[in-house]
């Protein structure tokens, strides 16, 4: 009799009532580490902080693994681990977001020059240093072209590429078009010509080079007397010597025009002297 109370006893126990080890721990069962007594969890384990630099550092991603256009707050978010709301807390809108990535990588170019050298070769270094920036981050040179930012870095380059062109002494106005002309041939071949593109990775392959040589060579003399000629000499492995040509015609210009008798403004008429005859013959 005493035998079945103790069992209904023990049937009846509430079930979070749990059987506790003779120093009063409770018990873990088949040695098992409590609970209470785990060590604290790794940081490594935690989720990381959201914050700006971690936003602008995961839009680049996005921007260089599947270009500008995947880049929405949406995306972002997802791989943030994030809602959408979250990211309004660092960036105002999308369009805040592109300015805080272009900036980012921006900041990345060296814009100091040694002043004592002439100002075409600091606008040459200057250059090659921008596209050597944007070539390392696919698909920034693109949203270059379609957002003018004004953040701390576009302006420091800005600086850099306008006190050469006025310690030349060009006038306000072709100093602007100088600018713009160097900027935008730099942005443009990195967009136009990117290393992973299907016609850079063909002529970096050398088999693949010699076969588009032969096919040039095989066209009808008569229909394509250029290409037959020349088309071996276009399709080549030499990016960096294309830039550096583009860029030697573009600045050996600007000076051929700094130093022209009859200087005409950039994009417009060569200017005159109108002479006005005074009384006596004199002019």
């Not at 009532?17 to 580490?33: D, I, L, M, N």
């Not at 075409?120 to 379609?146: C, D, F, I, N, S």
């Amino acid at each position: 009799m005493e035998e079945r109370v103790g069992v209904q006893n023990r049937v009846k126990a509430p079930p979070n009532k749990r059987a506790r080890a003779a120093s009063g721990e409770p018990a873990t069962g088949q040695g098992s580490p409590s609970l209470w007594f785990n060590a604290p969890m790794d940081d490594r384990d935690r989720r990381a902080q959201l914050t700006r630099e971690r936003v602008v550092a995961e839009a680049l991603a996005v921007i260089a693994q599947e270009g500008v256009q995947a880049l929405t707050m949406r995306t972002l978010a997802a791989r943030l681990g994030v809602v959408p709301g979250a990211l309004y807390h660092h960036v105002r809108n999308k369009e805040q977001l592109q300015d805080l990535v272009l900036d980012g990588v921006l900041a990345e170019v060296d814009f100091h020059v040694d002043h004592a050298q002439p100002w075409t070769e600091q606008l040459k270094a200057l250059a090659e240093r921008l596209r050597e920036v944007l070539e390392q981050h696919p698909g920034v040179a693109g949203l270059l072209k379609t957002r003018d930012p004004l953040g701390p870095h576009s302006l420091a380059l800005a600086e850099a590429f306008l006190m050469p062109l006025q310690a030349a002494g060009f006038p306000d106005r072709e100093a602007g078009l100088a600018f713009f002309l160097l900027v935008d041939y730099t942005v443009g071949f990195a967009v136009s010509s990117p290393r992973t593109s299907v016609n850079e990775q063909r002529v970096r392959d050398a088999t693949i080079r010699t076969q588009l040589h032969e096919f040039f060579r095989s066209l009808p003399p008569e229909r394509f007397p250029a290409l037959v000629a020349l088309g071996e000499h276009v399709w080549l492995d030499n990016r960096d010597e294309r830039f550096t040509a583009g860029l030697d015609v573009i600045v050996d210009g600007l000076e051929q025009e700094r130093r022209s008798p009859r200087r005409r403004t950039l994009g417009g008429r060569p200017t005159t002297t109108r002479t006005t005859r005074r009384p006596g013959g004199t002019s």
